[in-house]
């Protein structure tokens, strides 16, 4: 199915190289991260170097080159979670899941990010799971909330 | 869906639309912005939806559920017409008392404002303290509409302005109109917006470009994503009257890729302004011909700088250019390309609209119209507020924003994200105003103010801000790359009481060589933070050199 | 083609339309540093260090020369306090991470900079790109590239591309202010594509 849809998308687009953060963006969004011998097949059928599919893929925050875990947990390090206790969050997720931000757990559970700024800032400091916001967030509420992705 | 192919049927059709619309009939907004979302608005929507249908009540109450309201501390918000009854935290169980409220001419009290010192109660959204205050000429709409319908948008008067330049203006018209209003870029500048459509406008390659930058990279700021989410139709519509006058017949919206409900609603927008005949060709019979293409931020700062921008349209690393030639001259493929923010195009409807000595009536001096201003921090009314250029911060953070949070002192106003500027609380009475903000050192940029209290760390604040910004720091250049870095390493020691005596002396050279030397927009303006410090609060860092010096 | 005459340091200098600050100076034989410029390839802007202070209609600026464009009655200053401060901070940044590279070392004596001033951090590349643009822009090959961002920027080989191409080219090294172009492609290839032509062969 995916492989499917990785080569779709990756067909609409040979021999289109300004389609390239394109066509990354919708195979992140399809695997969930960015295969070294997906990019060269982009790199080949969009008629791009792989020097330069390799420099927006590891340039941009969006695109991992590793698996992700089931779920992506965000920690907003935007200015006001930051100064409305954002650190501390961090730092009970960071406990809560053993990871370091940009770390995947080894039962590929959960990656941990530092999120940037969403634009939530009246709620935060926030914790956004798999997309979905918790907002207003106390360490001791981290472990409640975590729970709730298996 | 109807297409238009002349003013006149527009024309036509919008007064069916009205005629069949009933104000006085009872209607509930609920708000789905980010904030609200966030503290499941939709939960809330969705029981009025069930409400409704269980007491059948369609045809008598209308339900709408709509972009950012404003006051994002309080909710979920609900705003009940037609009298504008707002009501604050709104959970599922307060539905049905809500519903009987609204329909009976009610107000249902346990859930309207109550004043924090009077403890007096109040309903209708104009005396709230919070809305009071404010001129809310672009959000104001927002409680009004159904982002996803367009019809709902043509109710209020929208496109009306297009109709006006398309029918009525040439192009040379809208740009006077746009240059005698004064209207200046809201995405950080304050570049008057005239002069540069100017620029695109006369630059000799007949390609041309217009771009809304809806990116918001700016921490702490979230104005633009209101506004683009809850109206994007506002947004697209001042675009098509500046492509119109700029004599481009390609537009781009970028924007960010990790707001769905963004997203969806700009799709949704384009694809109805198209259906309708306002973008396409031929638009209204008029003979000009625009479409807009969306594009999405990959997740870094740096592509909300112009040229970087630009690059990461055409599909190429989102570096900056080297060359010094404006992109409004030599932009996306090397054509002149008109970039504005959203607000700045939200704003072009209402002049070409009302006209341009009604908006140069509003504001300072030098600084028209009004600016959507993003409050957070230790504030206790956090949210997207609308005042006047010219509004002072005392009149923002203290009769707006209800002052500091937990009975704290003000400490600092901090504007501008991470490239911005801190002031002392001895500035509160400083107006937002391009460059009276500028000259103080704290520009406004796009309009997020953070207001912090009197615990506020702030070697923190500079640490935490130089370590976002090294980040976001596209590496290409050495002062921008080095220099960050180097900032970074020395605030970090002094937060940590590692500082050195000379440490002050070294981060002013850092700041002006980086200032100096950088190649964009972000590397000039990334030691801002740095440079406030240093002029507002160097006896705190000072301070703390010397606390750190003492320990063992 | 049509010239312009602008003045640099005082001299007067023709140049071409179209030519760059940079090109203008060094035709007259005036010197302006540089660490990314390399005259095959296009202006990059990366190094900063050809910056200069500009006089035009009356206003000053500092830019940098390399991309820079000449116009006509452009007043140009090479070394003022103000330039030599600029560049004397971006040596010694510089020498933070290639501390001994022999170009860094005799800037920094023009310059009066201390190689010591900011903590040492040696990744030996100065990032000025002259081995991935050489790569792309001449030979066309595109075997070298930079990831990351920020800090983290770095060159690096491409494996499924360098395992071909470059065993018998190698003229990145030549560019290459640090040696480090040369230390990163045998990296690459003792670990990536040992058995490549000129390659060690497999580990024994």
């Not at chain 1, 730092?91 to 634009?119: I, M, N, Q």
């Not at chain 2, 319908?149 to 302005?161: E, N, P, Q, R, S």
């Not at chain 2, 695109?200 to 990116?215: C, R």
Request: charge should be negative.
């Amino acid at each position: 199915m995916c492989e499917q849809a990785v080569a779709a998308i990756i067909e609409n687009h040979r021999g289109q190289p300004e389609a390239l953060i394109h066509v990354l963006t919708a195979i992140q969004h399809e695997l969930r991260w960015l295969p070294r011998e997906v990019l060269a097949r982009v790199a080949e059928a969009l008629g791009v170097p792989l020097s330069q599919a390799l420099q927006i893929a590891s340039f941009y925050k969006v695109f991992s080159l590793t698996p992700k875990g089931r779920h992506e947990v965000h920690v907003c390090t935007g200015m006001t979670c930051h100064l409305c206790g954002g650190d501390r969050l961090l730092a009970k997720v960071e406990e809560a899941t053993g990871l370091k931000p940009g770390e995947t757990d080894a039962a590929g559970r959960f990656t941990l990010e530092r999120g940037s700024c969403l634009g939530s800032c009246s709620i935060g400091p926030e914790l956004i799971v798999d997309g979905r916001h918790h907002g207003r967030m106390t360490p001791e509420q981290v472990e409640v909330v975590l729970a709730q992705y298996p | 869906m109807p297409k238009f192919n002349t003013a006149a049927e527009l024309e036509q059709y919008c007064a069916h639309l009205l005629a069949a619309r009933d104000p006085a009939r009872p209607c509930i907004a609920v708000c789905a912005g980010a904030a609200c979302d966030g503290l499941d608005s939709a939960a809330v929507a969705q029981a009025f939806t069930d409400e409704i249908a269980r007491q059948n009540l369609a045809g008598r109450l209308d339900l709408r559920v709509t972009g950012c309201h404003g006051f994002c501390e309080k909710g979920p918000n609900v705003i009940a017409g037609p009298q504008d009854i707002c009501y604050f935290e709104v959970t599922p169980g307060d539905v049905p008392e809500i519903i009987r409220a609204t329909l009976a001419g009610e107000v249902y009290e346990a859930k309207i404002y109550r004043d924090p010192e009077t403890r007096e109660k109040i309903a209708p959204m104009s005396e709230i303290p919070y809305y009071k205050h404010q001129v809310r000429l672009l959000i104001g709409d927002n409680p009004r509409l159904d982002p996803l319908k367009i019809d709902d948008y043509l109710a209020v008067g929208g496109y009306a302005a297009l109709v006006k330049a398309l029918t009525t203006m040439t192009p040379d018209d809208v740009l006077a109109e746009v240059k005698r209003a004064d209207l200046r870029g809201r995405g950080g500048g304050g570049f008057p917006a005239g002069a540069k459509w100017e620029t695109t406008k006369n630059a000799p390659e007949k390609t041309k470009y217009v771009i809304a930058n809806g990116h918001e990279g700016e921490s702490a700021a979230f104005m633009d994503r209101a506004m683009l989410t809850g109206n994007p139709h506002k947004v697209i519509e001042g675009l098509i009257i500046g492509a119109y006058a700029i004599g481009a017949h390609q537009g781009f919206i970028y924007t960010r890729h990790d707001a769905p409900r963004l997203v969806e609603h700009v799709k949704a927008a384009l694809a109805q302004a198209e259906a309708y005949g306002f973008l396409g060709e031929n638009i209204l019979g008029s003979g000009f011909d625009f479409k807009v293409e969306l594009h999405f931020d990959v997740g870094i700062f740096v592509s909300g700088e112009s040229s970087a921008l630009m690059r990461s349209i055409e599909g190429n690393a989102p570096e900056p250019r080297p060359k010094y030639i404006r992109t409004s001259v030599s932009g996306i493929w090397d054509k002149p390309s008109n970039l504005n923010n959203v607000e700045t195009w939200a704003n072009v409807p209402q002049i070409i609209a009302r006209g341009a000595e009604w908006f140069a009536g509003i504001g300072s001096e030098k600084s028209k119209g009004t600016k959507l201003v993003s409050l957070s921090g230790h504030i206790v009314n956090s949210g997207i507020v609308e005042v006047p250029m010219g509004t002072t911060l005392r009149t923002l953070i203290f009769a707006i924003g209800g002052g500091v949070r937990d009975g704290k002192a003000l400490k600092a106003v901090h504007f501008g994200g991470a490239m911005g500027g801190s002031l002392p609380v001895e500035y509160i009475d400083a107006r937002l105003d391009f460059d009276e903000m500028s000259a103080l050192g704290a520009p406004i940029g796009a309009g997020g103010l953070l207001v912090m209290n009197e615990d506020t760390d702030m070697v923190d604040i500079a640490r935490y801000l130089m370590d976002f910004l090294v980040r976001e720091s596209c590496g290409k250049c050495v002062p921008c790359r080095e220099g960050m870095f180097q900032m970074l390493k020395i605030l970090t020691g002094i937060a940590e009481g590692r500082g050195r005596k000379f440490d002050l002396e070294r981060l002013a050279e850092l700041a002006e060589v980086t200032s100096l030397g950088s190649l964009c927009a972000l590397g000039k303006t990334s030691a801002a933070p740095v440079k406030s410090m240093l002029q507002y609060f160097r006896d705190e860092y000072t301070a703390r050199i010397d606390a750190g010096s003492q320990t063992p | 083609m049509s010239q312009v005459t602008l003045k640099i340091n005082d001299r007067e200098v023709v140049a071409a339309t179209g030519m760059s600050v940079l090109q203008a100076a060094r035709q007259a034989d005036i010197f302006i540093p540089t660490l990314c410029h390399h005259d095959r390839l296009e202006a990059y802007g990366g190094c900063r260090l050809c910056i200069v202070e500009v006089e035009s209609r009356g206003r000053i600026n500092h830019v940098v020369s390399c991309t820079y464009p000449v116009e006509q009655g452009l007043t140009v200053r090479t070394r003022t306090e103000t330039v030599d401060r600029i560049r004397r901070v971006l040596v010694e940044e510089l020498m933070a991470h290639a501390p001994d590279s022999p170009e860094l070392k005799t800037l920094a004596e023009e310059y009066g900079a201390d190689r010591n001033r900011f903590g040492k951090e040696p990744i030996f590349c100065v990032m000025c790109g002259l081995c991935v643009r050489y790569c792309a822009e001449i030979k066309g090959e595109h075997a070298v590239g930079f990831i990351e961002n920020g800090p983290r920027r770095e060159i690096s080989f491409v494996p499924e591309r360098a395992a071909k191409v470059c065993w018998d080219c190698q003229e990145c090294f030549t560019v290459c202010p640090t040696s480090y172009a040369q230390a990163a492609y045998l990296l690459a290839r003792g670990l990536a594509f040992p058995d490549a032509p000129g390659g060690a062969g497999p580990a024994k």
